[in-house]
């Protein structure tokens, strides 16, 4: 049987909430700009990373390690 690490999915948890947070603040904080499309074609990038990491940490912690054995 394999121990889930929970830290992991906490922490996973928390960047994808952070990442959406982020890019939801970054449409309200920025005024409309000449070249909006751009502004949000680099803050979905980074967002996206973010919580593409996020996903990845809470996988890897759910997937978990072997349990001591003996």
């Known amino acids: 049987m ?3 690490n929970w830290r992991l999915v906490r922490v996973g948890s ?3 909430v952070f ?3 982020v890019f939801v603040a970054m449409l309200v904080i920025f005024p409309p700009s000449p070249d909006t ?3 949000i074609h680099r803050v979905g990038q980074i967002t996206g990373a973010i919580g593409g990491a996020g996903v990845a940490l809470m996988m890897v912690g759910l997937i978990g390690k072997k349990a001591p054995t003996g």
Do not use: G, K, W
Request: no cysteine.
């Open 37 to 39: 499309a751009e502004m």
């Open 14 to 16: 928390v960047l994808l």
């Open 2 to 4: 394999r121990e889930r």
């Open 19 to 21: 990442a959406v947070v």
